[in-house]
């Protein structure tokens, strides 16, 4: 169990991706954290229903998996009427969902407008309608002092709800898996800026900027490539999927007064 046991005790998080290898290490953290996480998933039922069995928990039945499809705002809204009838609230939500396809910067045919659309409706629209149809269960989130820390006057600090935006180092760097990936991410940060502004202070508004992250889709590609990664990177190592929870949990207890801001995980990428 990570250092701090139950801290997020209480809290209720919904996850959304969370069969992927990034949003399943994030539901792992947040659970061992104390959290009641719910894993939202969009084709893979029996993976979602093994991840929830496998959470850390601290209550029997604390945990659930709940359908949604984050392009569709039916689904959306059947998917706040599920937590909100479980639970009541949320207390986090990160945006875990995200799809790309490999296709050369230079050969801009191959890019073409169903595949564009695809990538912002997911990894952009996805996350902003998602924030959308929750924003009114994050408002009731629980208000009480976090339980983790001191001020140094002695008060314990104060909780906001939060949303944390997966983003990438490509929305920096502009390298990435192809053009329209590289600017959703960059729209995903622009709109975590501006978030973070409009829905103070009730709620925070962070991205977590990975590099590329070792997850089995990763681990399945050219060893070659990622190898070249790896020397491209100043750490001289990829990031894990358990890098990646470390930072969204660390913007839930430690972090307090991070908001509308992004938290690179990048192993100094941008620095090559």
């Known amino acids: 169990m990570t250092a701090g046991g139950a801290v997020l005790a209480g809290r209720v998080a919904v996850?959304?991706?969370?069969?992927?290898?990034?949003?399943?290490?994030?539901?792992?953290?947040?659970?061992?954290?104390?959290a009641a996480v719910v894993a939202g998933f969009r084709r893979d039922e029996?993976?979602?229903?093994?991840l929830v069995s496998s959470l850390a928990a601290v209550t029997a039945n604390q945990h659930s998996a709940i359908h949604v499809d984050?392009?569709?705002?039916?689904?959306?809204?059947s998917f706040a009427g599920q937590i909100s009838a479980r639970y009541g609230r949320a207390d986090i939500l990160v945006?875990?969902?995200?799809?790309?396809?490999?296709v050369s910067h230079a050969d801009l045919d191959r890019l073409d407008d169903d595949l564009i659309d695809e990538i912002f409706r997911t990894n952009w629209r996805g996350p902003f309608a998602t924030i959308r149809a929750?924003?009114?269960?994050?408002?009731?989130?629980?208000?009480?002092?976090?339980?983790?820390?001191?001020?140094?006057?002695?008060?314990?600090?104060?909780?906001?709800?939060?949303?944390?935006?997966?983003?990438?180092?490509?929305?920096?760097t502009g390298v990435g898996s192809n053009v329209a990936y590289c600017a959703s991410k960059a729209a995903l940060n622009a709109m975590t800026m501006a978030l973070a502004r409009a829905l103070a202070p009730a709620i925070r508004?962070?991205?977590?900027?990975?590099?590329?992250?070792?997850?089995?889709f990763i681990k399945g590609l050219d060893e070659r490539w990622?190898?070249?990664?790896?020397k491209r990177t100043p750490l001289g190592r990829l990031a894990s999927p358990a890098d990646v929870a470390d930072a969204?949990?660390?913007?839930?207890?430690?972090l307090q007064s991070a908001t509308g801001c992004v938290i690179p995980i990048d192993g100094g990428r941008p620095l090559a």
């Open 248 to 254: 969204v949990l660390a913007a839930a207890t430690t």
């Open 70 to 77: 984050v392009t569709d705002a039916s689904a959306l809204e």
């Open 95 to 102: 945006n875990s969902v995200g799809t790309t396809r490999f």
């Open 226 to 230: 990622r190898e070249e990664q790896r």
């Open 46 to 50: 029996n993976a979602a229903r093994a």
């Open 205 to 216: 508004v962070v991205s977590v900027s990975p590099g590329v992250v070792e997850t089995e």
């Open 15 to 34: 996850v959304t991706g969370a069969t992927g290898g990034i949003g399943s290490a994030i539901c792992r953290r947040l659970a061992e954290n104390g």
């Open 134 to 172: 929750l924003r009114p269960l994050l408002e009731k989130g629980v208000r009480e002092p976090f339980s983790g820390g001191l001020q140094e006057n002695g008060s314990r600090t104060p909780f906001s709800a939060l949303v944390v935006n997966i983003s990438s180092v490509a929305a920096v």
